[in-house]
């Protein structure tokens, strides 16, 4: 099926509609899900048991339900609830709630990767645990964490993507307009998938800097 | 060299006549040996095709034990006995709102049967037969809005669910231009956003909400329309004239021919009347 070009131009002013929405949700949900993972990995690696234990649950629901799911659950349960929240803030909680866990894992994951003796070192040289940890420790897992970070940013783009199901005007939305009143689906997500591409392209790239930056030379 | 080229032009040009001449002489009779019809495979699976909704009530949805129903999957089962002589000679497929034009025209199915409304923009990429049911577009608000009319629920306050497609959008603009808007691309998911109180009133096709109304004592249809005629009809991928022409021909035995008893059955179990327009010959009995 070949593909006609001024019809993409044409609906290209509609689509970048729809990617300041997607950029406004993706945004603030991949700064958001970093912070919010600190206190999870905390919560995690705490030594209190029932904090590291109720921590471990939470991350188990929300790693094991699907993103989709909880904004339908947010969505419309605060509906229910008699507290409707909007779509973009169901969307926003659901990504934050679920990447939050699995940024909190490739934390986990990071600190994990340096290993004890190094702190140990550190705690020989008269540094207190905390130093040690904060000096020795946390640089070396920063920059382990990285590219997961990235990866992690790029799966997170794409699933704004499932915020159209709930009244969410962002990309997929636009798209799913557009091909709805045209029936020119495939110049429509052929459109669309490079929207996505060139977004996650620019979040990768500077993702990638970012890790050249924070190598040690 | 020279000799050479104008001979080489010479050949050239006695080939170009030749293929001209056959393809002239032969023309009609060609084409309509090399035009397969989907009708002839369709014959020859000795099966029908059909992309349709799994969740729009009461046209095409999945019922509690998960089987597909409706009123599209009936008239679906009677095509199918028209065609191949088996009412259950019928596959189906199901598709989302915009996943129903590449389902037709990929080839994956025959024919759309999919509560599908006609407009001149989608007729562009896929062929419409006649309307085989008249559709209107009504609004179903919940009790407890104390709503009764589309001038009451013109109000900043409320909020009307609508199916993601742009009709649905303009409509809002022109009749509830005060209301706000969620778009939704399920009539389940905007049944949802009902029920829950996301939204206060729902925008969709009248028999639709006249069965959501029906099933659901806290919810009720607004005696007015949103001014517009709508007829759903069958599609399939445009260029197959012989196809069409069936799928047409039967629309036209369905809604006022040969085959209008059936039709008049389905309608009745699915809306509790008779099908429009009323005809001087009435009703078939039952």
């Known amino acids: 099926m070949p593909i006609d070009l001024g019809f993409v131009a044409r609906i290209a002013p509609t689509l970048a509609q729809g990617l300041a929405t997607t950029l406004a949700l993706a945004i603030p949900a991949i700064v958001l899900a970093a912070l919010w993972g600190v206190p999870v990995v905390i919560g995690l690696m705490a030594r209190a048991r029932p ?40 969307a926003l909680l659901a990504l934050v709630l679920q ?11 990071g600190i994990r990767s340096v290993t004890h003796r190094q702190a140990e070192a550190g705690l020989a040289l008269g540094l207190t645990p905390r130093r040690a940890f904060r000096i020795i420790v946390l640089p070396q897992a920063f920059r382990k964490v990285i590219p997961s970070l990235s990866n ?19 990309l997929t939305f636009q798209a799913r307009l557009l091909a709805d009143r045209t029936a020119a689906v495939f110049e429509i997500f052929f459109t669309l998938a490079l929207f996505y591409l060139a977004l996650t392209a620019v979040f990768a790239g500077a993702m990638r800097l970012l890790e050249l930056r924070a190598r040690i030379a | 060299m020279n000799g050479s080229l104008l001979g080489g032009l010479r050949i050239t040009a006695i080939v170009l006549l030749a293929t001209f001449g056959l393809t002239t002489l032969g023309g009609g009779t060609a084409l ?39 009123f599209d999957i009936d008239i679906a089962h ?45 007729a562009l990429r896929v062929a419409f037969t006649r309307p085989y049911i008249d559709s209107g577009i009504s609004i179903l608000v919940r009790q407890d809005t104390k709503v009764n009319s589309l001038a009451e629920l013109n109000d900043a306050k409320f909020t009307l669910a609508n199916l993601s497609n742009p009709q649905m959008a303009d409509r809002a603009k022109r009749f509830l231009p005060k209301v706000k808007v969620l778009t939704f691309d399920t009539p389940s998911a905007e049944f949802a956003a009902v029920k829950s109180g996301q939204a206060q009133a729902m925008q969709m096709d009248t028999p639709v909400l006249n069965w959501y109304a029906a099933n659901n004592k806290e919810l009720k249809v607004l005696p007015e329309n949103l001014g517009v005629i709508q007829g ?3 599609f399939m991928k445009p260029g197959d004239f012989t196809l069409w022409l069936w799928a047409d021909t039967m629309v036209q035995e369905m809604t006022a021919g040969s085959r209008y008893a059936e039709y008049s059955d389905i309608y009745r179990k699915w809306f509790g009347h008779n099908p429009p327009p009323e005809r001087f010959y009435g009703q078939p009995g039952k």
């Open chain 1, 99 to 109: 990447n939050g866990a699995y940024i909190a894992e490739i934390y986990r994951g």
């Open chain 2, 232 to 234: 759903n009809a069958i």
């Open chain 2, 78 to 122: 009677l095509i199918a006995k028209s065609l191949l002589g088996d009412e259950n000679k019928v596959e189906f497929v199901t598709v989302t709102s915009e996943g129903r034009w590449p389902a037709v025209n990929s080839g994956r199915a025959d024919i759309g049967l999919a509560t599908t409304t006609v407009y001149p923009d989608r």
């Open chain 1, 51 to 90: 904090v590291s234990v109720l921590t471990a649950t939470y991350v188990e629901v929300v790693r094991n339900t699907p993103v989709l799911v909880q904004m339908f659950f947010i969505f419309f349960g605060s509906g229910v609830v008699g507290y409707p929240l909007s779509g973009f803030t169901a």
């Open chain 1, 152 to 170: 992690q940013g790029v799966l997170m783009i794409k699933d704004t993507s499932l915020a159209a199901t709930i009244s969410v005007a962002e």
């Open chain 2, 32 to 70: 309509a040996q090399t035009a397969t019809s989907r009708l002839d495979e369709i014959v020859k699976r000795d099966k029908l095709i059909v992309a349709t909704f799994s969740t729009a009530p009461p046209f095409c949805y999945t019922d509690e034990t998960g089987k597909l129903v409706g």
